[in-house]
């Protein structure tokens, strides 16, 4: 792909997004300096723009100029849901628990769900979110370091990386999975249930710009009803 094609240029201003080199709010280079910087045309430079607007990544007013979006909202078809949220919107109290945080190459099966090679650096996060002091979902999350460095600085002690990613990590593509299944051992125990009981499993893959950004598998109890807007 040429360095001066739109979609390149768009590429590069989602990956600066993404690893923060342009902070939330801040007003990025006009249309001019950027069609300097890259050899193209002032239009196409408009072109890329204009699609990272309608994706929410950035946000464009007339004489202001360009700034990135302080919330980024993505185009993607299925928005990123906030556990959070979810549990305060049905009036129950939310308490978040963190379980595990390590830096670590990531297993073979792991780094295959990212597009990535095996033991690639990655950060592996699990937690446990609570509705009313009932678990309602453990959280197992890898997090790609190479496309979100910026995620290995945060403890996630008192944020979930669910919340945090929602923030900082912006996406525009994803594929996820929804099952019942056997809960595993951990999962079973941290849930409070027998080993083998039936649980409810998500599963979802985010990338931005053909980058992996994160792998998460999140278990709820048999009783969890999972409730779309569209």
């Given amino acids: 792909m040429q360095r001066n094609s739109f979609k390149a240029i768009r590429a590069e201003l989602e990956m600066r997004i993404s690893k923060r080199l342009w902070l939330p709010g801040e007003t990025i280079p006009g249309e001019e300096a950027l069609a300097v910087e890259f050899g193209a045309a002032r239009a196409t430079v408009n072109r890329a723009l204009q699609e990272l607007a309608r994706a929410g990544l950035v946000e464009r007013k007339r004489k202001s100029g360009t700034r990135v979006a302080l919330h980024p909202v993505r185009e993607a078809r299925y928005v990123i849901p906030l556990v959070r949220a979810e549990i305060e919107a049905s009036g129950m109290t939310y308490q978040y628990r963190l379980i595990g945080r390590r830096e670590c190459g990531m297993p073979d099966a792991v780094a295959a769900r990212l597009d990535v090679a095996p033991g690639t650096r990655g950060l592996h996060v699990t937690c446990l979110h609570h509705a009313d002091g009932q678990a ?94 569209v």
């Fill in 136 to 229: 309602y979902q453990y959280e197992d999350r890898w997090i790609n370091l190479d496309t979100v460095p910026q995620a290995g600085a945060e403890s996630f002690d008192t944020i979930s990386p669910n919340e945090w990613l929602v923030s900082n990590a912006p996406f525009s593509q994803a594929r996820f999975s929804f099952r019942a299944a056997p809960a595993e051992g951990i999962e079973a125990d941290i849930l409070g249930l027998e080993a083998g009981a039936a649980v409810f499993i998500g599963e979802r893959v985010t990338w931005l710009s053909g980058r992996s950004i994160t792998f998460v598998r999140m278990v709820h109890p048999p009783s969890h009803t999972m409730i779309m807007d």
